[in-house]
């Protein structure tokens, strides 16, 4: 195999070049009627009621905890499992995010562990799907009501998956999703926030816009107004409608691209569950994962040896996440490994294989053969 494998990769078509072309050449490329388009088109596919979308999963973590208004220093507990944004977000809303270990099975937060963490300060609970698989949400949400939480999903590796049958994006107050390259459907860089609450609707479009408190299309035309009031502090998160055409375009193929990955994350299982090194990943039977990564566990093996041998090999496994109490910056919050210790156990064994709806045959077969090699 002479070129490289990564362990993820967008997929883009001549429709979806196409698409992009048509806004380019159209009156409209930034906050025109392709971003609402695009917005209502995810937030139907995920059986909600509004979408907000904005630059990238990372500023819709941001606006979604900015639009809880919480007093500085409010606690929010948060799994250490997962891509630094999602801690940074609640650090850059002047919140304190507290840690909780995870399950041994699905690396999913860990319901009773939060249980364990709550104080007379803590506001919200924020989850990950991780790897594309739901959390235990039932149990989530009973916490959250007996507490009066807020509920945050970051679903940003979980867009199409389900959980007791429904698609991830209505069990919380606010769901995140992410629509970066190695994700289900791309826009480039963007994100969105999907949500049931008018309130929370209305407020994430201002906060994604300068704190401006009203949209482009308000202001500009032959008949608009020119007036306008910035009622809150707020960045600039906005998406172009070049980006929106190419996420329209992606979802539908979103489906298919779930099934592919289905596929290949089903045949990593039947090649490598009987590998005495290897723990593939579990599957609670109450969800249907995504897929956005397929992370399996190494034992009785170095796991950094590995790494580098299979990337001599041209194959680009990686590693997901590194906990953040590994981190010069983030070390300053006193987190330790040893008050994590699943979490631990689980990023210093774990290595991530490629899967993306255009890994061919002949390449899983090559990333298959060449780890059962290695590990003989």
Known sequence: MNRFIPYGKHSVSSEDLKEVNDVLSSDWIISGPKVAEFEDAVAKYCGVKYGIAVSSGTAALDIAIQALNLPAGSEIIT???????TINSILFNNLTPI?????????????QSIRKKITANTRAILYVNYAGQPCDIKNIQQ??????LFLIEDSAQALGAEYNGRKIGGFADLTILSFHPVKHITTGEGGMVITNDKYFNEKLKILRNHGINKEARERLGPNADWSYDITSLARNYRITDFQAALGLSQLKKLEYFLKRRREIAQKYDQELQNCSNIVTPVVRSEVQSAWHLYPILIQNYDRNLLFRKMREKGIGVNVHHIPPYHFTYHQRFGWKAEDYPVTESVFRRTLTLSIYPSLTEEEQDYIIQTIKEILK
């Open 79 to 85: 799994t250490p499992f997962t891509f630094i944004a």
């Open 99 to 111: 840690l909780v270990d995870i399950l041994p099975d699905t690396y999913n937060i860990d319901p």
């Open 143 to 148: 916490i959250a009501r007996e507490h009066n």
